[in-house]
């Protein structure tokens, strides 16, 4: 198995605050993993630090062999290889749902047009937004924004996808539009780490589930060692509470 | 007063209450549109996050500092004296006398870009971080990330306040009637002067001053509907692939 990311000792705090402590994790190629944990546990921190949105006070994050946090690092390259999907959409508002798709890989990736707007298409296709391709953000329903979102990151072809409490600001009736796309996603074999509420869709699709408490990684495996036979007390408490 | 004599003084003099209209309208629109792009760039600059180390910071720091001291200085004293300062400073300290166009010109132009600098700061302060993390997130730097993602937001936001910019400007032109650009109001003063009537002048140009107001005020606000886009959207139904 190839390592795409491989983190070690991963720090990081906000002053007193430690919010992560000595985090080790790695994602394999074409492998599903999503992180659970109750609010503040510092899911949702590890996965910005992945991405560098959050710049960790320590530890390291190798990428293709080379440290990421070194400073001789092309950060804004490295993150082209991240496609990252928030928990808010946060689509371009002044740009309508195709150049949402495009503005980064003209911008950043330097293609042309005609090539980014046939990648988008196919993108925006596969998320079934291909007929909203001239309507703004603010015209569309959370659940269609987020998959747009989702169209704009595979559009930047990533070779991970990041997702951040995808469906937290979602209403129940669009959590399934937007959980069913991620499904197909993951059934193509592209990478992802996904930070989640959704205890049965982590089930479904994880290959590997990390449970995080208290800005440590409590315990990890299988969905099936975590969800059916959870060693740690923490995971049998947590998992209590949301499987209820 | 009474209407005839009104229409009598318009009647004589109105290519010099049109002239001084004219010359009120350009300086006001240069000094607004000059002003506004310097308030960008200023806003810009000011808002460009620090770095923890390096040259960029001790320039960042420098800029921001002399950025400081432009807003504070050209907000913080009356465009009528800086007029006078400007103007006159230039002549005896340098011996050169400036076109009083250009000198008003560039009065107005420094005098709204340190306004438009704080209208453009919280412009961009205002919009969602959510947008920068999301330009950020697909790998662009932080000058693509003003130009494509963050100004064509703040530029939609601040309008209201530049169409206020301008409407002032129209209006402080006058001022500069100290260092005798031949302005609507400097035109109405010297038309008084040969009149020997205060009173129906200054009546008439405060009309003047009402209709270029009210125009302007009405043409922003058409600008603003047409940036805010239309209210629908056609569905696609089938694509090109």
């Known amino acids: ?244 | 007063m009474s209407f005839e004599v009104m229409k009598d003084i318009f009647i004589k003099n109105w290519p010099f209450f049109l002239r001084g209209a004219g010359i009120t309208l350009w300086i006001s629109i240069i000094g607004t549109i000059i002003g506004a792009i310097i308030g960008l760039l200023v806003g810009v600059v000011r808002t460009t996050p620090i770095p923890e180390s390096g040259a960029k910071r001790t320039v960042l720091k420098v800029s921001d500092r002399l950025l400081d001291m432009y807003i504070g200085f050209f907000r913080g004293t009356p465009m009528m004296v800086q007029a006078m300062v400007i103007y006159y400073g230039v002549a005896s300290q340098f011996g050169v006398e400036i076109n009083r166009i250009y000198a008003a010109i560039f009065i107005v132009s420094i005098n709204t870009g340190a306004y438009m600098a704080e209208i453009v700061r919280g412009g961009i302060n205002s919009v969602d971080k959510g947008q920068f993390e999301a330009a950020h997130a697909i790998g662009m730097n932080h000058v693509t990330t003003m130009k494509e993602i963050i100004l064509p937001q703040v530029i939609r936001n601040i309008l209201p306040a530049t169409g206020n910019e301008f409407v002032v400007n129209i209006k402080d032109t006058s001022m500069l009637s100290v260092i005798s650009v031949t302005e609507l109001f400097f035109q109405t003063r010297s038309i008084a002067g040969s009149t020997f009537r205060f009173y129906e002048p200054f009546l008439i140009t405060s009309f003047i001053y009402l209709i270029m107001t009210l125009t302007v005020t009405k043409i922003l606000r058409m600008f603003e509907d047409r940036l805010a886009g239309s209210k629908t959207y056609d569905m696609v139904e089938e694509t090109m692939e």
């Not at chain 1, 409490?165 to 059934?187: C, F, N, Q, R, W």
């Open chain 1, 1 to 244: 198995m190839e390592k795409i990311i491989d983190i070690n000792h991963l720090k990081k705090s906000y002053g007193e605050n430690e919010v992560l402590k000595d985090i080790d994790f790695y994602v394999n190629k074409g492998e599903v993993v999503s992180i659970i944990g109750s609010s503040g546990s510092g899911k949702s921190t590890l996965l910005r630090c992945i991405n560098l949105l959050e710049r960790p006070n320590g530890g390291e994050i190798i990428y293709r062999g080379e440290n990421v946090l070194n400073s001789r690092q092309d950060i804004n390259k490295y993150r082209t290889h991240l496609g990252m999907v928030f928990q808010n959409f946060n689509l371009f508002n002044t740009l309508n749902v195709l150049e949402n798709c495009t503005v980064g890989q003209i911008k950043v990736l330097k293609k042309g047009k005609e090539e980014a707007k046939e990648i988008a298409l196919h993108n925006l296709k596969i998320v079934g937004m291909e007929k909203y391709i001239n309507a703004r953000p603010e015209q569309l329903s959370g659940g269609q924004k987020q998959r747009v979102a989702i169209a704009r990151a595979l559009s930047m072809e990533p070779d991970v996808l990041l997702f951040d409490e995808p469906t937290s600001a979602l209403d129940p009736e669009t959590i399934g539009e937007v959980l069913k796309v991620m499904k197909e996603l993951a059934k193509t074999g592209i990478t992802m780490i996904l930070v989640t509420h959704e205890m049965e869709f982590a089930r479904d699709v994880s290959d590997r589930v990390i449970f995080m408490d208290n800005g440590v990684i409590r315990e990890e495996g299988t969905p099936e060692q975590i969800f059916n036979n959870p060693k740690e007390e923490r995971t049998k408490e947590f998992l209590k509470r949301f499987l209820a």
